[in-house]
């Protein structure tokens, strides 16, 4: 595979206009009566609320909104949605499946895929039906994670089903998380986590070796789509924690809050992005080697050869949804660019907090333009920037986008849904 280091990222950076792809563009916001802001000329309502902590979202064929509850409410972790006389509210909420709480879940071949953190089930949707009345039929088993757990789903038009498998680690140190341990050397968890993987989308019954390391060197991705305007598939990479914890003779309080970056990938077949060896800096725009690796946060060393992202965020903002915007509702502009929902940090003490927002990154062809723009602010309440993930009011989890061109933002807190769509 071609190595996209010193290829694909700077491309990304000749085609922005201002240089700058991983700063962010101010517009101007209007605060909502659905209490989070948006762009002028756009209207956010509330959908649905307190449905539970909400995960992803996905569409039905008749625009019935589908979320995943991280825990379930009366034993269901399904929230099924439906607008029956088409005023941007629900009117009819059923929830289904006694099974555990998990993130995944989509709307595929006329199947309801979702997932817990070790399994992935699907049931078939017959007729017009807001429940799907076939079977739980057991798609895909996979070993239990102490940590990095979440298994998000993306599938192609041609009957795979993409998976993460985040590494149960924060930088492959044995014991995890003790500052001074240096890394293991080679990785063994590669072998079975840390990346992605693709299975099929038919069969049944899959365990782990049934499927194939689609790409590796990805601490945790948590948002994952199929683009299918180019085909490809994308995810953003969650960065590694606690640099300053555990190599205070290296970083600064302030160095460890900001940093790694968070990264918006373009995967192609057997990329390899570098994790636990290297983690991106958002400032240098570079891959620099970890400190368990013998970095000295200047440093590239094994880093030259790994891929890159299309561009960077500020360290530990979360990111937990991507969704690319094919709808024809918002202004062309918004045509083919990538929202993503940032869940907010829990480590950039003793600062605040940072994240809690949705973000649209712009796109030419098949790259970013121009950086990004907060799209939707607010959801933390009086301050965007709590000192903690508990003092936040809401926080952005899942998003998805209706056959209209409405998008769609679930929250993990209460579980509020928000519809925003153009007013012009």
């Known amino acids: 595979m071609r190595k996209l280091a010193f290829f694909l990222f700077p491309l990304a950076i000749i085609a922005c206009k201002n240089d700058a792809p991983t700063t962010e563009t101010e517009t101007a916001a209007q605060q909502s009566s659905a209490g989070i802001s948006v762009p002028e000329g756009f209207k956010a309502e509330i959908y649905a609320d307190n449905l539970g902590s909400g995960r ?30 088409a005023d941007g509210k629900v009117d009819i909420t059923e929830y289904f499946e006694e099974i555990a709480g998990g993130t995944g879940i989509k709307v595929h071949n006329n199947y309801l895929y979702f997932s817990t953190n070790e399994q992935v089930f699907r049931r078939a949707f017959k007729g017009n039906e ?19 757990a979440a298994k998000p789903l993306a599938f192609d038009g041609q009957d795979s ?56 060197g990805i601490r945790h991705a948590v948002g994952i789509t199929y683009n299918t305007k180019d085909q490809k598939l994308y995810a953003m990479q969650h960065g590694r924690d606690q640099l300053h914890e555990f190599w205070p003779d290296i970083y600064s309080e302030k160095e460890s809050s900001e940093q790694p970056g968070e990264e918006f990938l373009r995967i192609e077949p057997d990329s390899d992005f570098g994790w636990p060896y290297c983690y991106f800096d958002w400032k240098k725009r570079t891959k620099l080697l970890n400190p368990e690796y013998g970095g000295n946060s200047d440093s590239i060393g094994r880093c030259v050869g790994v891929d890159y992202p299309l561009m960077g965020f500020p360290g530990h903002w979360a990111p937990n949804a991507l969704e690319f915007y094919q709808g024809n509702q918002f202004p062309v502009s918004y045509k083919g660019g990538a929202f993503i929902a940032f869940h907010g940090s829990w480590n950039r003490a003793p600062f605040p907090q940072q994240g809690y927002r949705v973000v649209f990154v712009p796109f030419s062809g098949n790259d970013p333009i121009s950086g990004y723009t907060s799209f939707a602010t607010g959801f933390a309440g009086a301050s965007d920037d709590p000192s903690s993930p508990a003092d936040a009011k809401y926080r952005p989890c899942g998003l998805a986008v209706d056959q209209a061109g409405a998008l769609y933002i679930i929250d993990s807190q209460k579980g509020r849904v928000w519809r925003i769509t153009y007013t012009g």
């Open 161 to 216: 089903m993409y998976v993460t498998i985040g590494a149960p680690s924060n930088a492959c140190q044995d014991p995890d998380r003790q500052p001074g341990v240096v890394g293991q050397d080679p990785c063994p968890l590669l072998q079975t986590s840390g990346g992605i993987w693709k299975f099929s989308a038919s069969t049944l019954n899959q365990t782990f070796a049934d499927g194939k390391r689609y790409a590796t």
């Open 130 to 148: 807001l429940v799907p009345s076939g079977e739980r039929e057991l798609v895909l088993s996979l070993p239990s994670q102490n940590q990095h």
């Open 56 to 85: 992803h979202l996905a569409i039905g064929k008749a625009g019935d909104i589908y979320a995943r509850l991280a825990v379930g409410q009366e034993g269901k972790s399904i929230v099924a949605m439906r607008d029956t006389n």
